[in-house]
């Protein structure tokens, strides 16, 4: 779509700050209205419309994209989506490790641990250990605590939790996130430990790092969505 628009405003309405173009309000993708739930994200989304040129990217519009998730996706089926999110504290990657005695499994133990002592702590919760990558599965009143831990968080929320967990494969790190555990650079490259130990004993890699980076970049809108969403901060 090329820009047609002159002015980006915004205006109240039942769902929130909605957004529009020359004073006509901006749809989703399944033809929603376009409406935020805090002001500061409204602003972001406003400023990312105001700062098309020529033609609408969809990649320098990350918080209008997890907006649209939000209102088309998981509105509609904010259980499902939930669960979905829950499901990867089944095969949480802090809790699978190399074999024990190994470099790699003491390095893993070093960042990862703290992680899971978060958790525990926060949810009263207890975690399995594997060594290797077959499934073991984790307490069922784990599972339990984390999915009412998730399912209490806004179907905004949940829309950058889905990115953040599929991007780091851990529904701890997510949380942690969440519940602001740590710095979201700490959590991102305690997610990565596995690829950075093999950049440590293979050297780097170009398109690995690439892919890294690209990675990241979707990680912290995620973080950045929800900071958003949280009233002054």
Not at 8 to 19: D, I, M, N
Not at 68 to 84: E, L, Q, S, T, V
Not at 97 to 122: F, K, S, V
């Amino acid at each position: 779509m090329r820009r047609f628009w002159k002015d980006v405003t915004l205006e109240p309405s039942s769902f929130g700050h909605a957004v529009r173009l020359d004073g006509r309000p901006i749809k989703t993708p399944t033809h929603n209205v376009l409406a935020l739930p805090t002001q500061k994200l409204a602003d972001a989304v406003v400023a990312e419309w105001d700062a098309v040129e020529k033609t609408v990217d969809p990649l320098l519009m990350p918080m209008t994209g997890f907006a649209n998730a939000a209102i088309d996706r998981i509105g509609p089926d904010r259980d499902g989506f939930a669960a979905a999110i829950a499901a990867y504290g089944e095969t949480d990657l802090f809790c699978y490790r190399g074999a024990a005695g190994e470099a790699l499994a003491d390095r893993q133990a070093e960042i990862w641990d703290p992680w899971l002592d978060w958790a525990r702590t926060r949810y009263d919760v207890s975690f399995v250990i594997v060594e290797g990558i077959m499934h073991q599965p984790q307490p069922e009143a784990t599972l339990e605590t984390l999915r009412t831990a998730v399912s209490a968080r806004g179907t905004f929320e949940l829309a950058a939790m889905a990115k953040l967990a599929h991007l780091s494969g851990s529904l701890i790190a997510t949380l942690a996130i969440v519940e602001r555990a740590g710095t979201p650079e700490d959590i991102w490259n305690a997610s990565c430990l596995d690829e950075l130990w093999q950049e440590e004993l293979w050297g780097e890699d170009h398109w690995a790092q690439k892919n890294r980076d690209d990675r990241a970049r979707e990680f912290m809108a995620a973080v950045r969505f929800l900071d958003l969403l949280t009233p002054g901060m």
